[in-house]
């Protein structure tokens, strides 16, 4: 497990890093002094300085910074035996300005400069979750958004909708993958749904109002993602009773191999109540239980079409097209998933910070070792891809203390053709970062308690 945590660590740091690094090269190559390239927050670990820039490892290794000369918002003296010059004249520290040359300062650039430089960070989150991207869906293949199964007498039926269909759009938003069409699913149900798809390299349009039903079914409590992990278990439901975890991937089904989240539903929705013997694994280990479904009365909206998201080699070409779809796919459902706390249909408790997330990241980790190394760098891959774009997009809302936010104060900037008070901009920055540093460990106490 220590192992785990480790990897885990490592990827975030890469991910931080890679976002630093886009503010660094870029300062660079606008020639602004960089004063320091740190990894982490806190008492520096580790700190040497190579000509004028000090490069360090701090004790908490999550976060990081690229402090320039001239960036009154992250402008910070570095270790005071390296960084503070005695003037042989009077005895006193030299100032920043003194020893440096002021043309180089951030301040001092255009403002252009300066958009390129603070817009550089989430951008070489993009170039990573992009790189990592292609060379997972290279070695694991892609879940194109293809029609599996088409049931008898249903809505898709009725629409005209045959298996192998490719699912292109639906009510204007691309289907890019599987995953997005299950999104999308969830959370428009009852909507008709205008479909664009492609057979035989021809593209159709059809239209599918999905069928109202209330009916009895067997349900166990749990929720599953796409590849069978249990995302949640409901509390006093059969499969709590049963011994059924959160993190726990079901393997199988009374011998029958579950393959994906659909057919495990369509197994539990043909049982009769009788006990199953569910086989998931668990921190790497196999573990059999018993669960015995309860008959609940529920209502939902039929399609009768069913997208198992089985993944598929693609050629070269399509493998980059495919990359492209996946990082805009995670930056989608993070802008969705942003709107869902404005609505009220995510709260504050559903936020995961570095500790929580280390946490989701050892579990995943430690559940796909049965299935090989490979396995495992993939694994990692898909977490660094989801969490790079993440923190892109993050980064690039208009908030104070945020790149996107410090993006609009220089957009401003350029609408006005002068720059806002920097001591108005100051405060907006310094309140937003008391809000932000707020949450983040209301955030981290949460997911604390949550590891017990």
Known sequence: MIVNVILAILVLSVIIIVHEFGHFIVAKANGVTVLEFALGFGPKLIHFKKGETVYSIKLLPFGGSCMMLGDEFMEAQTDEDEDEQADEKDGKAKTLEEEYDADRAFSNKSVWSRIAIIAAGPLFN???????????????????????????????????????????????????????????????????????????????????????????????????????????????????????????????????????????TEYLNRSTGETLSVVVSRNGNQVTLAVTPQLVEQESYYTGLASYGEYVKLSPAQTIVCAFKEVGYWIEIVIESLGMMFTGQVG?????????????????????????????????????????????????????????????????????????????????????????????????????????
């Open 126 to 264: 993009f170039l990573l979750a992009l790189i990592l991207s292609i060379i997972m869906i290279g070695v694991d293949g892609y879940d194109l958004c293809t029609v599996d199964k088409v049931y008898d007498n249903s809505p898709a039926q009725e629409a005209g909708l045959a298996e192998g269909d490719t699912i292109l759009k639906i009510n204007g938003d691309k289907m890019s993958c599987s995953r997005e069409y299950s999104f999308y699913r969830y959370y428009n149900a009852a909507k008709t749904m205008n479909i664009t798809y492609e057979r035989d390299g021809q593209k159709y349009t059809t239209q599918l109002t999905p069928q109202y039903t209330k009916l009895s079914s067997y349900k166990m409590g749990v929720v599953i993602e796409p590849d069978c992990t249990i995302q949640s278990v409901t509390k006093d439901s059969p499969a709590e009773a049963g011994g059924m975890q959160a993190k726990d991937i079901i393997l199988s089904v009374d011998g029958i191999a579950m393959e994906n989240s659909t057919q495990f």
């Open 348 to 452: 504050i408790n559903d936020l995961t910070g570095p500790v929580g997330t280390v946490s989701v990241m050892s579990s995943v980790v430690e559940s796909s070792k049965p299935a090989g190394t490979v396995a495992v760098l993939m694994t990692l891959f898909s977490l660094a891809i989801m969490i790079s774009a993440n923190l892109g997009v993050m980064n690039l809302l208009p908030l104070p203390a945020l790149d996107g936010g410090r993006l609009v104060f220089f957009i401003l900037e350029v609408l006005r053709g002068k720059p806002v008070k920097k001591e108005h901009e100051g405060m907006v920055h310094f309140v937003g970062m008391i809000l932000l540093m707020l949450l983040m460990v209301y955030v981290m106490f949460k997911d604390i308690r949550g590891l017990f």
